[in-house]
């Protein structure tokens, strides 16, 4: 992934690629666990949206977490219907990479994606993280309800006061109601779990999300 992606600012309707109707398969079930990649999932199951850089690296910290029962990744936040990889990677999508977690609320918390969240990478670097640079590794939060967005604003202004002890750098990260998601081709699925010695660009600012 380290090279790709160079375009810093995002397209806009009239100049983004066109894309296609046909959705991309991500293959049917989790590489790691073995649940389920597209549904449907238990009725006490919810559903959560990151984009923290590298979604190869992001998705592996989410699968670890106890109380998660599956984990895909794919393209948010863009223009472009049913993206390739490789159309994402022009930077004329808008598309963010992303993983979509689904957990069980009663095992692990949505506070506790949200810490793991906030220290899985660097959420201060606009369009890049780390050596990946592009719109695709742009840090985000994507809300499926109320509960989340109120959540979500609150823990990244908690964030926020505890890096200003360290650094002035503002937090970047952008916090929008879940869009539409596009799931990412198959062999992006647990890719650090096919590929344990796989390229991973994720870093973090060495700032614990305080308690």
């Not at 398969?25 to 919810?46: A, K, M, R, W």
């Not at 923290?52 to 029962?69: D, I, T």
């Not at 994402?88 to 979509?100: A, I, L, P, Q």
Request: proline share 7%.
């Amino acid at each position: 992934m380290f090279g790709m992606g160079r375009k810093t600012k995002l397209p806009d309707q009239n100049e983004a690629l066109p894309g296609r109707m046909t959705p991309i398969h991500p293959g049917d079930s989790h590489y790691v666990n073995g649940h389920t990649l597209v549904g449907p999932f238990p009725d006490q199951c919810e559903f959560a949206l990151f984009g923290m850089g590298c979604f190869w690296g992001a998705e592996r910290r989410f699968w670890e977490l106890p109380g998660v029962y599956s984990t895909v990744v794919g393209y948010a936040a863009g223009v472009t219907p049913n993206p390739t990889y490789e159309e994402v990677c022009t930077g004329m999508t808008g598309h963010n990479e992303v993983v979509r977690v689904v957990f069980d609320p009663a095992l692990v918390s949505y506070q506790s994606l949200l810490e793991s969240f906030w220290e899985g990478h660097n959420p201060t670097q606009g369009m890049r993280q780390g050596n990946d640079v592009g719109t695709q590794y742009r840090s985000g939060i994507y809300t499926f309800d109320e509960q989340q967005q109120a959540l979500a604003e609150e823990s990244r202004d908690h964030y926020q006061h505890a890096l200003q002890q360290v650094t002035a750098a503002p937090v970047s990260t952008e916090i929008l109601s879940a869009p539409t998601f596009y799931f990412a081709e198959a062999y992006h699925q647990q890719y650090l779990a096919k590929n344990p010695a796989g390229y991973c660009g994720l870093g973090g600012t060495g700032v614990c999300y305080p308690s």
